[in-house]
């Protein structure tokens, strides 16, 4: 059964400029659970971006409070968020940000030694999340030595090799072929399928179709909506 895994309740996000105020997000009530990929879409500017980075205990709120699994997480310090994002949360970005000097299989261990587990537990984890996105063959490749598709699974793989709950992913295909693509989405589709809550910031039209839920932003706007491709057609 779904679970609720962040919950938005009347959260705002407004930044100041001299004497002008810019309202990013505009007062927001939003759940999001497991077993469910999420779009959240919108032209550029609109506020997917602000929304993604209060969901995911990147930046605070100016106004309302944010809960994950069922615990405020408002008001609680850098240093907590930040062990938050690093054992409950797995970011994805359009640019990859794999570390260039290391292979795919060091790539994905960082996070796990980040969390003091062992090289050698690191390792075998690493690699069991690698096979999982279907790269068991490319554990020594650098970066530079890797398709766009590759290192998005890579990328999926760093992830996904700390079993988060809920999955962040920023313009994941952004960059990649339509055959890329479908791959990266399939990988993700299957994550929610297993319990993940996973959420995509997109501008790309091709994904409706792999989305059990759409939320648009626009102005700072969030509107709902749960639909399937053949409502857009």
């Known amino acids: 059964m779904p679970e609720e895994i962040v919950s938005l309740q009347a959260v705002e996000k407004i930044y100041q400029t001299g004497d002008t105020s810019i ?5 927001t009530d939003l759940s999001l659970s497991s077993n469910q990929l999420t779009l959240i879409m919108g032209p550029s500017g609109s506020g997917k971006t602000t929304l993604l980075s209060i969901v995911g205990c990147v930046i605070y709120p100016t106004q309302g409070k944010v809960f994950y699994k069922g615990s405020e ?3 609680l310090s850098e240093d907590k968020l930040a062990e938050i994002r690093l054992r409950e949360i797995g970011f994805v970005f359009q640019q990859f940000n794999l570390i260039e000097p290391l292979t795919a299989l060091e ?3 960082q996070p796990l030694l980040l969390q003091g587990i062992s090289k050698q537990d690191a390792k075998d984890r690493a690699l069991k999340a690698l096979e999982e996105v279907g790269l068991s063959d490319r554990i020594n490749n650098l970066p530079k030595k890797l398709s766009g598709g590759q290192k998005q699974r890579v990328a999926i793989a760093r992830a996904l090799v700390t079993n988060p709950s809920m999955m962040l992913c920023d313009e994941p295909t ?10 990266i989405m399939e990988e993700l589709k299957s994550l929610a399928s297993q319990g993940k809550a996973v959420i995509i910031v997109t501008h790309d039209l091709r994904l409706r179709k792999y989305a059990d839920r759409i939320i648009y932003v626009e102005e700072g ?12 057609k």
């Not at 952004?174 to 791959?183: E, M, R, T, Y």
């Not at 706007?221 to 857009?232: L, M």
């Open 174 to 183: 952004a960059s990649l072929d339509a055959k890329s693509a479908g791959i």
């Open 107 to 109: 790539n994905v261990m």
């Open 23 to 27: 309202t990013a997000l505009a007062s």
């Open 73 to 75: 997480v408002t008001g």
């Open 221 to 232: 706007k969030v509107s709902n909506s749960i639909q399937h491709e053949e409502d857009y």
